[in-house]
């Protein structure tokens, strides 16, 4: 089945410092890739669409300069959090599918807290 | 706007008693809806996709029913091993539905041994 992998797990950074994740689609393609943020006991909120070789597409309300999303190849998203406060501290999680009409597959996700 | 609402938002239940997980949802166009369950610190597990009012389908002890505005999934016997947040998501057709995947907020399912 398909696997998503992301890294790293868990992340502690300090206030002001950028922190990178990435997600890989390890046996299949991904030309477009979704990250979302979960807050504890909340459901899973989309970030940005991320599409392999053009710009992200960022939902209503998330800032483009603070999660910059890079999709370079069909395989491999990042997310770097720029700047990051404590109220960044989140959990983030990718996800890709690997066909049109199929599921989409979750990362473990990462935990990342500013201190 | 697409909407899902979950109930209840937790639920506990002893081992060997069954009972049912609403979703409630509203989209433009349904082109399927999804079950997962979610371990605390882990990312989704996918579960199923349901395309059209009356499907069904089954897998050990769930099984996930469908009609136009809701989806139900059903827990029969559960067992320790079952406790988990099971979410339920849309995806609407396009333009406006694209590839995303609208989530609800989850029931929490804890099953007492």
């Known amino acids: 089945g398909a696997v998503v992998s992301q890294h790293p797990s868990r992340v502690i950074c300090k206030s002001g410092t950028s922190v990178k994740i990435e997600c890989r689609s390890l046996d299949f393609q991904a030309t477009t890739m979704f990250w979302y943020r979960q807050f504890p006991k909340q459901s899973l909120m989309l970030m940005a669409t991320?599409?392999?070789?053009?710009?992200?597409?960022?939902e209503q309300g998330v800032e483009k300069d603070k999660f910059l999303i890079n999709h370079a190849s069909l395989t491999l998203s990042t997310l770097t959090v720029t700047s990051a406060h404590p109220e960044d501290s989140s959990f983030y999680i990718c996800s890709a599918r690997d066909g049109r009409d199929s599921p989409l597959h979750f990362g473990n996700g990462t935990r990342l807290t500013v201190t | 706007e697409d909407q899902v609402t979950q109930s209840p938002e937790a639920l506990r239940l002893q081992e060997g008693e069954s009972s049912s997980l609403n979703c409630s949802y509203t989209v433009s166009g349904l082109r399927g809806l999804f079950w997962y369950r979610q371990d605390p610190g882990k990312g989704p597990e996918f579960l199923f996709t349901l395309y059209s009012a009356g499907e069904e389908k089954e897998k050990e002890r769930l099984k996930a029913t469908l009609t136009k505005k809701e989806s139900f999934l059903h827990i029969t016997a559960p067992k320790p091993e079952d406790s988990a947040t099971y979410l339920c998501?849309?995806?609407?057709?396009?333009?406006?539905?694209?590839?995303?995947?609208?989530f609800g907020q989850g029931t929490r399912l804890t099953i007492n041994p």
């Open positions: 991320s599409n392999e070789g053009s710009k992200a597409t960022y």
């Open positions: 998501a849309v995806q609407g057709t396009p333009p406006k539905g694209a590839q995303k995947l609208v």
